[in-house]
């Protein structure tokens, strides 16, 4: 699996988790220390974020690093990343009017 791809795949999975938690990225931000523009390029899959950082996103967001690997793991296929689109439509917990 090229590399990019799971950059993207991993920051779909933050930003799905982030949704799920109806935080905007600023917020996210502030309650794990870091800056705005730092999580947004993570979400855009620019960035190659460190086990430190990990961590702090998954404290913030109240989910278990285990939790935003097996949604990156979702967004992954054979042919690259799935949209975001495509995963919400497969999530039971999510309402069609959310999609």
């Known amino acids: 699996m090229p590399e990019p791809d799971v950059l993207r795949a991993f920051g779909q999975a933050l930003k799905y988790h982030r949704q ?4 905007s990225q600023e917020a996210l931000a502030e309650l794990c220390g870091l800056h ?5 390029s993570i979400e855009r899959g620019e960035r ?4 430190l950082n990990i961590f702090a996103i998954c404290d913030a967001l109240c989910v278990s690093p285990e939790a935003i690997f097996r949604t990156t793991d ?4 054979q042919k690259g ?4 689109d495509s995963l ?6 999510t ?3 959310e999609v």
């Open 95 to 97: 309402s069609q009017r």
């Open 74 to 77: 979702l967004f992954l296929n």
């Open 36 to 40: 705005r523009t730092y999580v947004g």
């Open 20 to 23: 799920a938690s109806s935080l």
């Open 48 to 51: 190659n974020l460190g086990l």
């Open 88 to 93: 919400r439509k497969d999530d039971p917990n």
């Open 81 to 84: 990343v799935r949209s975001d």
